[in-house]
């Protein structure tokens, strides 16, 4: 392996750079517009509401400790949908807003440097009770999926797009999390991207943990095809483009 080139990928993973950066002249400190921290709909696209959490307590089957110890990735799920209150749950789990917003500020149940949250959750749906087939995105705002476009061809193409691991198209459902770069760059300038991946590690835990609570399965996928997924979702690959996914489905388990 080239060494330069080694130093020069790990250097992604170490925070010498915030010693060289100018807060004074980050966007947030100029005085630029904070960017929204949910991506907009098209006007007059279709939502869909989602249950209430209030309605969601009751989902859980097994407590944290029993979660966090048998926690692990499944690639193989029973042929069950997942009901639409715990495809709810688990975009509550990842995603959710705590409270209301202050001061600009959307809590969520993960935690995000500087409460940025660059990430939004694509959802290719392929068995959720009351959903048809298709990719939908979540707005944590207003706890609603919103309808991007259905595609009869989706499942192989999620499969393609992930390097041919079948999973992807055989879940329930598979998250995909998308970056929105610059609303983490508004306030960290360069130092944003490395605080971006370990927001999605966060986001991905909690999906495992709480899929772990409902007798559902979960698979972190990173190995994907970049330019192939990010023109199947329609994004521009450059101020949005997918980090990470994840399929879900329902397992056997014993509680
Ligand atoms: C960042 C990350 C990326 C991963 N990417 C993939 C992947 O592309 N395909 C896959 O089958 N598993 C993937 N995994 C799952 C790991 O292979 C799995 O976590 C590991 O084998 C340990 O197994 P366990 O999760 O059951 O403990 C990924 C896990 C993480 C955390």
Known sequence: ?????????????????????????????????????????PEGSKRI?????????????????????????HRVYLNQSLLLNELAYLLWCTQGLQGKIVNGHAHRTVPSAGCRHALETY???????????????????????VFEFSDDLLPEKMTT???GQS??????????????PYRMEWRYGL????????DAGHVCQNL?????????????????????????LGLDGKDEFAIYLAS????????
């Open 1 to 41: 392996m080239d060494k330069e080139q080694l130093n020069g990928y790990r250097y992604f993973l170490k925070d010498s750079i915030r010693k060289k950066i100018d807060f004074r002249l980050t966007d947030q400190n100029q005085g630029i517009l904070v960017p929204p921290i949910e991506k907009s709909c």
């Open 49 to 73: 509401d989602l249950p209430d959490f209030n309605t969601l307590k009751d989902l859980q089957k097994t407590d944290l400790t029993h979660a966090i110890g048998n926690r692990k990735s």
């Open 123 to 145: 959802l290719a749906i392929f068995n959720v009770d009351g959903i048809n087939p298709g990719m939908y995105r979540y707005l944590p705002l207003s706890h609603q999926l």
């Open 161 to 163: 797009a992930s390097f």
């Open 167 to 180: 999973y992807p198209g055989k879940s329930a459902v598979t998250f995909i999390w998308v970056a929105i």
């Open 191 to 198: 130092a944003a991207h490395k605080v971006i991946a370990l």
């Open 208 to 232: 495992y943990l709480a899929c772990e609570s409902i007798g559902a399965g979960t698979c972190a996928i990173a190995a994907y095809d970049q330019e192939e997924l990010d023109e199947l």
């Open 248 to 255: 879900v489905g329902k397992i056997k388990k014993n509680f």
